[in-house]
């Protein structure tokens, strides 16, 4: 079986269109927390497709993603997320067919 990790997706796009694009890109890879982050749990082969993805969009001089491990999804503590305000409920750490 491959190993899934649990990574945070942000991104900053300079450019409306662009903005909807990475979005779009994303959102088929993870789920949203807030607006320009997203929780994806991914596997090698599925890291490197969305990656290859947001290159083909994105402006490489004016926008920027960053990619945060937080470790492995099933395993529990691997990665502590707190919430103030109104939390969000997280995927359990499987895969999710979107």
């Not at 290159?55 to 503590?77: T, Y």
Request: aromatic share 8%; glycine share 6%; charged share 25%.
């Amino acid at each position: 079986m491959t190993s899934r990790r649990r990574w945070l997706v942000a991104y900053d796009i300079r450019d409306a269109l662009r903005l909807r694009r990475v979005y779009d890109v994303v959102r088929s890879h993870g789920t949203r927390l807030q607006y320009s982050v997203f929780l994806c749990d991914l596997s090698l082969s599925e890291r490197t497709i969305l990656k290859s993805e947001l290159r083909a969009v994105i402006n490489h001089q004016q926008d920027s993603v960053v990619f945060i491990d937080l470790g492995v999804p099933s395993r529990p503590g691997s990665a502590n997320i707190e919430y103030m305000g109104s939390p969000i409920v997280l995927p359990d750490g499987g895969p999710t067919i979107v």
